[in-house]
Nanobody, 114 residues
């Protein structure tokens, strides 16, 4: 499985950004997908996940501001980020799993300027 993220960039305080993650591989629709992020000198942390059936889970920091969604016809998962804050600055990664094997994308940088 190969994951490719895009959509990152520089955004102003309070702005919005939509991230994309395209999955190359079989059976995208039957697996959960997740977005994680890693800020400088911090551990990677969960942002949001979505199951094959569309059930979502959000980190407290993302609730009410971020929305994860998926389009199984396009093998794509999205992260819509609104009301961005400087503390949202990080590299955002897409992740999926096949059994005990985790697959990560290369990440996309989001920088929120104040």
């Amino acid at each position: 499985v190969q994951l490719v993220e895009s959509g990152g960039g520089l955004v102003q305080l309070g702005g919005s950004r939509r991230l994309f993650c395209i999955a190359f591989g079989r059976d995208f629709s039957i697996y959960a997908m997740g977005w994680y992020r890693q800020a400088p000198e911090k551990q990677r942390e969960l942002v949001a996940t979505i199951t094959s059936g569309g059930r979502t889970i959000y980190a407290n920091s993302a609730k009410g501001r971020f929305t994860i969604s998926r389009d199984n016809a396009k093998n794509t998962v999205y992260l819509q980020m609104n009301s961005l804050k400087p503390e949202d600055t990080a590299v955002y990664y897409c992740k999926t799993a096949r059994g005990t094997d985790n697959y990560w994308g290369q990440g996309t940088q989001v920088t929120v300027s104040s």
